[in-house]
């Protein structure tokens, strides 16, 4: 089985300075998902499902995720 790239709807803030802080994730199937934490934030290519962006290493509902900014768009690696 392979891994897809799934785009998703993002909620975020983003701070005086420019700072973006995403909050929370709406899924494909229309689940959302808030971000407990945010732990990691730089540019890096996705290895799964290919595509380059800023990589936001996040902890949602207790589980570490990459959430991807490609150019305006969002974007999650789905489960293998």
Excluded: N
């Excluded at 799934?6 to 802080?21: A, F, K, Q, T, W």
């Excluded at 998902?33 to 934030?41: A, G, H, P, R, T």
């Excluded at 962006?53 to 974007?75: A, N, P, Q």
């Amino acid at each position: 089985m392979e891994c897809r790239k799934v785009y998703v709807d993002v909620s975020l803030d983003v701070s005086r300075d420019g700072e973006v802080r995403p909050r929370r994730l709406r899924y494909e199937d229309g689940t959302v998902y808030s971000i407990d934490q945010l732990k990691d934030v730089r540019r890096a290519a996705s290895t799964k499902v290919g595509g380059l962006g800023v990589r936001y290493t996040v902890t949602i509902r207790g589980h570490e995720s990459y959430l991807f900014d490609e150019s305006g768009k969002w974007f999650v690696e789905a489960k293998c």
